[in-house]
Nanobody, 125 residues
Framework: QVQVVESGGGVVQAGGSLRLSCTVS????????MAWFRQQPGKEREGVSC????????YYAESVKGRFTISKDNAKGIMYLQMSRLKPEDTAMYYC??????????????????WGQGTQVTVSP
């Protein structure tokens, strides 16, 4: 069973930076694509960024392109999301999960994904 633990969230002023971590167990990162998702109050969860199992495919939502960087350490079983030039609209609960689709047009989780507790990111104006 795949389990994830997200960490690294916090409160930051607009323009600041944070690095999120996703510690993964139950699957090797070089055997699966992974993704970051976020959910704002009253909105559906959306894909933010994903990385294919090889690491050669990396994709971002338009809203974060050029500001966020996804990476992973296969040996440690950890995926990261470096977030820079943060905006108030980035405020959300951030989650990580295995990626069912990871492409320029789609970042989707597996159906029936068991979500972790997430990590809250709050960006003040």
């Amino acid at each position: 069973q795949v389990q994830v633990v997200e960490s690294g969230g916090g409160v930051v002023q607009a323009g600041g930076s944070l690095r999120l971590s996703c510690t993964v167990s139950g699957v090797r990162l070089n055997d699966t694509g992974m993704a970051w998702f976020r959910q704002q109050p009253g909105k559906e969860r959306e894909g933010v960024s994903c990385i294919t199992r090889s690491g050669r495919g990396i994709y971002y939502a338009e809203s974060v392109k050029g500001r966020f960087t996804i990476s992973k350490d296969n040996a440690k079983g950890i995926m990261y999301l470096q977030m820079s030039r943060l905006k108030p609209e980035d405020t959300a609960m951030y989650y990580c999960a295995r990626a069912w689709t990871c492409s320029v047009t789609d970042i989707d989780p597996f159906a029936g994904t068991y979500w972790g507790q997430g990590t809250q990111v709050t960006v003040s104006p």
